[in-house]
Nanobody
Framework: QVQLVESGGGLVQAGDSLRLSCAASGGTFTSYGMGWFRQAPGKDREFVGAISWTGGSTNYAASVKGRFTISRDNAKNTVYLQMNSLKPEDTAVYYC??????????????????WGQGTQVTVSS
């Protein structure tokens, strides 16, 4: 069973940067496509970005493209979400997720097999 644990959330000001980490255990990390999602208060969970199992390909939601960057370190079984130029509307609980044997980029929540518990990011204006 794969376990995903996010860390790095916190309270920051608009314009600041933050890096989230997601550590995976219990599986073969290099065979997982990974993604980040977020859920703001009163809203549905939404796609943020995804990265392929090699790290060679990424995909982002339009709302974060150019500000957020996903990367992964397969030697450390960890995926990262670097968030720059943060805005108050980025405030949400951020979740990482994994697709077992996922060689592509996955946008839909239903495609993901494993989820972390989430980490809170709050951006003040």
């Amino acid at each position: 069973q794969v376990q995903l644990v996010e860390s790095g959330g916190g309270l920051v000001q608009a314009g600041d940067s933050l890096r989230l980490s997601c550590a995976a255990s219990g599986g073969t990390f290099t065979s997982y496509g990974m993604g980040w999602f977020r859920q703001a208060p009163g809203k549905d969970r939404e796609f943020v970005g995804a990265i392929s199992w090699t790290g060679g390909s990424t995909n982002y939601a339009a709302s974060v493209k150019g500000r957020f960057t996903i990367s992964r370190d397969n030697a450390k079984n960890t995926v990262y979400l670097q968030m720059n130029s943060l805005k108050p509307e980025d405030t949400a609980v951020y979740y990482c997720a994994a697709v077992r044997y996922g060689s592509g980029l996955y946008v839909h929540q239903s495609e993901y097999d494993y989820w972390g518990q989430g980490t809170q990011v709050t951006v003040s204006s």
